[in-house]
């Protein structure tokens, strides 16, 4: 078998490291913020985060639209192309600095030495990679595969498919790990692949079908029935 995992909010705490970073910026710029308050600017940042983020997905923008019209949508003026980038870096380097793996992501992996294990995220290849090796986990992953090298990205089967080839194994081989009910559970089962959904705050009841529900990848070597003592 080979198990994938999604990065974002699977392997490590993306939202709050985010959220931390549009904090730092709403007290850094607030005169130039379109907000009255902290709690209205990293909403809006999120919201239209998500929007700008989709359309460069699917190709529609490139990176760079996507940071100068995401910044420039919660800044008040005409911001030059050197400001949106300044803040595009302040915001990095504050969202890097934050960046930690989930306390069960080490034990996990450690107690799935000998399987084969691999990434599928979308996003931009050399940020996914950097996130992997800043946070000490690039090693562990015999295939990494993004959305942005293989064309097409999550939820479409398409790079889930891609994965399982570039892994030269059949998708029913294949389980993949990840955070989110459409993006990843429902898209990789659709795939072919054993869907497990990492549910950390207990948000999901009853398991969608065709779906296995966790709580923490404490549970993942024995929800896939991984022969071995459990070392967790």
């Not at 995401?70 to 600095?97: D, P």
């Not at 990492?198 to 990848?217: A, T």
């Amino acid at each position: 078998m080979v198990i994938f995992f999604d990065i974002d909010d699977t392997l490590f705490d993306h939202s709050s490291a985010a959220k931390m970073a549009v904090s730092a910026l709403f007290e850094h710029h607030r005169a130039q913020i379109l907000a009255d308050s902290r709690d209205d600017f990293v909403r809006n940042w999120f919201d239209i985060a998500r929007h700008y983020n989709t359309m460069y997905l699917n190709r529609e923008i490139s990176l760079k639209e996507h940071w100068d019209a995401r910044i420039r949508s919660v800044f008040r003026g005409n911001l030059s192309a050197e400001q949106t980038e300044a803040i595009e870096q302040e915001f990095t380097a504050c969202y890097e600095k934050c960046w930690t793996p989930f306390p069960d992501v080490q034990p996990c992996l450690a107690s799935l030495k000998g399987e084969r294990l691999g990434i599928i995220t979308n996003g931009q290849t050399s940020l996914q990679h950097r996130k992997l090796r800043i946070l000490g986990l690039f090693d562990h992953f015999h295939t990494v595969v993004t959305s942005e090298e293989v064309g097409v990205p999550k939820p479409q089967v398409g790079i889930f498919l891609a994965a399982c080839e570039r892994a030269s194994a059949d998708p029913k081989e294949c389980a993949y790990v990840g955070d989110r009910i459409d993006t990843d559970a429902r898209a990789s089962s659709a795939a072919g692949m054993t869907a497990i959904l990492v549910d950390r705050r207990k948000l999901i009841g009853e398991s969608p079908e065709h779906i296995c529900v966790i709580h923490s990848l404490r549970e993942l070597r024995t929800t896939l029935n991984i022969g071995g003592s459990n070392s967790f």
